[in-house]
């Protein structure tokens, strides 16, 4: 019962937290930056009361996702900063769902990254002009973010879980958030990108969260 009661506060606390960052963003910009933090933070709780055996690249994945986040909401001096500690999340992503894989195809792989290099390709193309010397790191991100979302979409083609389609939807609401983070930075500054930038976010690593916890139940 006490186990059962620590999951449910612990997902209690990140509801609270979602809420109060999605308030902020549309009431009060102090709010949302005191509890931009608090997403991943109230995560690592969810997952590790979830969890007997817990995957250090998720949570290290969650560790650096906290890096970025803190970064991204200074100046836009802090911006590479932040790029940077959310490419070294990407990356943990990608290594632990490619662990989750059974088999591994080339054709497949190609095949299955070509919607991610779509959007980002067209991603590029509406803002290239305006990246100026971010032109190379924002593709870069590009790449390894579509690679996540492509390692994602080969785990569900190969076997139908639940827990596959959160991991391959959480990648897809991470690709959709970074997509309009950066069409809003570079190209046009909308409040509506702001807290559909947010809603996504949340989303993204709410329903990794989800997949990584009854991955590590199914073990």
Known sequence: MKYQSNILSASALFLIIAVLQILGVLFNDTLAFVSSPFITISLVIVYLTSVNKVNLGYTAA???????????????????????????????????SISFLIKKSFTKTVLSSIPFLIVLGSVVY???????????????????????????????????????????LGAVFFILSDSLFVIHKFYDINEVYRVSITITYILAQYLICKAMIAKSTKA
């Open 62 to 96: 969650l560790f650096f996702s906290f890096w970025g986040d803190l970064f991204l909401l200074f100046k836009a001096e802090f911006f590479l900063f932040g790029l940077v500690f959310f490419l070294i999340a990407q990356v943990l992503f990608i290594k632990v």
């Open 126 to 168: 509406v803002i290239n002009e305006r990246l100026g010397e971010m032109l190379f790191p924002i593709i870069v991100y590009g790449i390894v973010i579509c690679s996540f979302g492509t390692i994602t979409l080969l785990n569900y083609l190969q076997e139908k879980s639940t827990e596959n389609l959160w991991l391959f």
